[in-house]
Antibody
Framework: QVQLQESGPGLVKPSETLSLTCTVS??????????WGWIRQPPGKGLEWIGS???????YYNASLKSRVTISIDTSKNQFSLRLNSVTAADTAEYYC?????????????????WGQGTQVTVSS | SYELTQPPSVSVSPGQTASITCSGD??????VSWYQQKTGQAPALVIY???KRPSGIPERFSGSNSGNTATLTISGTQAMDEADYYC?????????FGGGTKLTVI
């Protein structure tokens, strides 16, 4: 079955750029059925969606983060990536990548399944 | 922006039925998904398209969505069901998560 694995630095300095990659195995990132998304969870808090991208380039972003976020896809490596610039301590969180299913609705992608195990990112000098 | 509201906590006795609600304006017109997150683990999908169960999810998990409220119901709750539960919907080209509900089995 499809598995996702996040990778990237666990520590980022304030004002710098957070960069994470999600590697997809067991399935193609170029499938027409799915978007590919990033979700984060600050310590002790709830889930916050960051954005989702289709293999062709169509992208949805959380409006509150849109000015600082870029999601990209590398179909040759079956990977997608997150870049979040000008980070502050408020960006400290567990970051998850997940497959975002596009079936069942014409309005947009619906559910996330499966999820990666998550990677902790701390913003500190 | 669209908001989904969940109770912060719900308690249930083993073997009883737990109901976790998720409220939002005209939520019944949208599709709702539910996720279970156990301590130290990534979230896992338990309900999608309001009432569909993914493969491997026990039949005791069910969902409904009508009016302004979606409900996740766990029948015959077991100790292993103790976790945080999040609802999620799609609105205006954006994903929205509820704040989460901590289910305690006591």
């Amino acid at each position: 079955q499809v598995q996702l694995q996040e990778s990237g630095p666990g520590l980022v300095k304030p004002s710098e750029t957070l960069s994470l990659t999600c590697t997809v195995s067991g399935g193609s990132i170029s499938s027409s059925t799915y978007y590919w998304g990033w979700i984060r969870q600050p310590p002790g808090k709830g889930l916050e969606w960051i954005g989702s991208m289709y293999y062709s380039g169509s992208t949805y972003y959380n409006a509150s983060l849109k000015s600082r976020v870029t999601i990209s896809i590398d179909t040759s490596k079956n990977q997608f990536s997150l870049r979040l610039n000008s980070v502050t301590a408020a960006d400290t969180a567990e970051y998850y990548c997940a497959r975002h299913d596009n079936r069942g609705s014409i309005s947009g992608p619906n559910w996330f399944d499966p999820w990666g195990q998550g990677t902790q990112v701390t913003v500190s000098s | 922006s669209y908001e989904l509201t969940q109770p912060p906590s719900v308690s249930v006795s083993p073997g009883q039925t737990a109901s976790i609600t998720c409220s939002g304006d005209k939520l019944g017109e949208k599709y709702v998904s539910w996720y279970q997150q156990k301590t130290g683990q990534a979230p896992a999908l338990v309900i999608y398209l309001n009432n569909k169960r993914p493969s491997g999810i026990p039949e005791r998990f069910s969902g409904s969505n009508s009016g302004n409220t979606a409900t996740l119901t766990i029948s015959g709750t077991q100790a292993m069901d103790e976790a945080d539960y999040y609802c999620q919907a799609w609105d205006s080209s954006s994903v929205v998560f509820g704040g989460g509900t901590k289910l305690t089995v006591i």
